[in-house]
Every structure is written in structure tokens, then in C-alpha cells.
């Protein structure tokens, strides 16, 4: 690791101590459905949600074998219900058909599967399974090109920019940590540059923000 790389893993760490996800889950299955629903949704709203769903639906098969109408119903508060109900459809059929209900821990098995795209697949590993495993989202992405640790903007590239400047037995923390940075003080407008420890280590601060006087109190 850099000595840079290593000057902001040291400083995430200490805004936001052990990174942990947001989401509420007991087992893969209850993450996957979970990240489904997370799509364009406050954590907090899924874990709402998902506080009955999850008595309710208990295994793939459960998932499976619901109404579309009733699954709708049940996810309609996390937005795009008709679609999110639809991809948890199939994604369950396709992990009772050919995995016999279990969620599989493996990247390619995870990412052939119907609703599971590598951001979900990547979290399944990381954080249901403790493999290593770079989870990339949309505020990944924001404070990774911030801080100058990638100048791509295309996910995958991202993926494979972290992955060569972090050791892999911090992929899973570093990525979460990047998630609660980007969510509470690196935030896509008017981020808080004065509450960040990452200032003297960041692009956009050293750059855009103090040229600009951009500074949000």
C-alpha cells in the first residue's frame, strides 16, 4: 500500500471507526433481497421494509412461489416496486433452481444470476461471506475520483484501480468506509470539505474547492 493509500485508509478509519453496512440482514439471502431493495432507497427505509418481509419470506422458495401482486405490495415503499418485486422473483427462481436455495459465494456464480449485478455480487462476498471483495457504488465511485484514487468513471475500472493500490485483506473495509464517507460527509453536493480529515490528501479540496471558495460550513 502507498503511502498516500495508507494516509487515507488511516484517516477513513478514523471518522468512521469499523465500517459496517447500514443494511439489517441475518444470512446471504437476506442481504441479496436487501441490496435488491436498496436501489435508489435510504438503507433506512429498506430495513423498514424489510423488518416484515423478512418474517414473511424466509427462504428462495418463499420469494419463488409469491404473488407478484402481494411482493409488490410489500415493496412499495422502497420505489420502483413493480421492477425491485420482478428481480427478487427471479432472482429467487434462479438460486432454487440451480443452486437449491443457497446463495452461492462465488463472483461469477453470483453475477450469472438474474437481479445480481457485480456491486450486489461484491457485497454478497464481502460482507455476508468475509472474503475480501471491493464493493463499488455510486458513492465509491465519488470519493474515489475525489481524492484522486482512480480517474475513471466506469465501475469495473474503479473496481481494478482499488484493487491494485489497497491489499486485498482491506478491500471489504476499505470500500465500506469509502460507502460512509461518501454518504455522510463527501456527499455529491456541497460536501463537507471542513469536517474531512481527507482535505490534505484530496483532489478535489486541493483543487476545485479552495480555487473556488466552495467550502461548505
Not at 502507498?2 to 440482514?25: A, C, Q, W, Y
Not at 444470512?27 to 430495513?47: F, G, H, K, M, Y
Not at 491494485?164 to 455529491?188: E, K, M, N
Amino acid at each position: 500500500m502507498s503511502k498516500d493509500t495508507l494516509s487515507v485508509l488511516k484517516k477513513l478509519r478514523e471518522m468512521h471507526g469499523n465500517p459496517r453496512i447500514e443494511l439489517n440482514f441475518s444470512n446471504p439471502l437476506e442481504l441479496t433481497v436487501a441490496a435488491i431493495l436498496s436501489a435508489q432507497c435510504t438503507d433506512q427505509r429498506v430495513n423498514q421494509v424489510t423488518e416484515q418481509l423478512f418474517r414473511r419470506y424466509r427462504s428462495a422458495k418463499d420469494y419463488t412461489n409469491a404473488e407478484q401482486g402481494e411482493l409488490e405490495e410489500q415493496v412499495r415503499p422502497t420505489g420502483f416496486y413493480r421492477n425491485k418485486a420482478k428481480s427478487l422473483k427471479n432472482f429467487a427462481s434462479d438460486i432454487e433452481s440451480r443452486f437449491g436455495g443457497r446463495v452461492p459465494d462465488d463472483i461469477d456464480l453470483l453475477t450469472s444470476v438474474r437481479g445480481i449485478g457485480r456491486k450486489t455480487a461484491n457485497m454478497i462476498i464481502g460482507v455476508a461471506f468475509g472474503r475480501p471483495a471491493m464493493i463499488v457504488e455510486t458513492h465509491v465511485m465519488r470519493v474515489a475520483k475525489r481524492v484522486g484514487l482512480t480517474k475513471s468513471d466506469e465501475a469495473e475500472e474503479i473496481e481494478e484501480d482499488l484493487k491494485r493500490i489497497v491489499p486485498q485483506v482491506q478491500w471489504t473495509d476499505f470500500s465500506l468506509l469509502l460507502i460512509l464517507h461518501g454518504r455522510y460527509v463527501c456527499v455529491a453536493r456541497k460536501p463537507r470539505c471542513l469536517d474531512c480529515l481527507l482535505r490534505e490528501d484530496c483532489n478535489y479540496w486541493l483543487s476545485e474547492v479552495q480555487q473556488n471558495s466552495k467550502i461548505v460550513k
